[in-house]
């Protein structure tokens, strides 16, 4: 069950455009009591993809082995997570200064705290 502030591996696909395809990781920003009773986790996209380097709504991180990645704090998605293979990511829960940083970004592009 997904939790708060955790990355996980989610299928992403099927994506149209310049949507992510695929496997990739998430930062979960719905809380666990939310996924239990709907089914649905939300979260940012996490990427190493080079095109969202300059993104200023991106937020770099450290990756394994010195690769770089980008939480990409303008898209929330929304899946349900059983029906999207959600599975824990290696970096497992605890990611509450990443997900501080990707909300306040996120206010940043939609203005939602100071309506």
Same mark, same amino acid.
């Given at each position: 069950?997904?939790?708060?502030? $955790? ?11 310049? $949507?992510?395809? &695929? &496997?990739? /990781?998430?930062?979960?920003?719905? !809380? ?6 709907? @089914?649905?986790?939300?979260?940012? /996209? ?16 450290? @990756? ?8 990409? !704090? ?11 293979? !959600? ?8 990611? &509450?200064?990443?997900?501080?940083? !990707? ?13």
């Amino acid at each position: 069950m997904p939790e708060r502030a $955790e990355i996980i591996f989610i299928q992403y696909s099927s994506a149209l455009g310049s $949507e992510l395809p &695929d &496997d990739h /990781p998430m930062l979960v920003i719905s !809380a666990k009591a939310f996924a239990e009773k709907t @089914g649905i986790v939300v979260g940012f /996209p996490m990427t190493h993809s080079d095109r969202h380097r300059d993104n200023p709504f991106a937020i770099a991180v450290p @990756g394994a082995k010195g690769q770089a990645g980008c939480l990409l !704090a303008h898209q929330p998605n929304s899946f349900d997570w059983r029906q999207r293979n !959600a599975r824990p990511h290696p970096w497992g829960t605890g990611h &509450d200064k990443l997900l501080t940083a !990707a909300l306040k970004r996120f206010d940043a592009v939609f203005s939602i705290c100071g309506h």
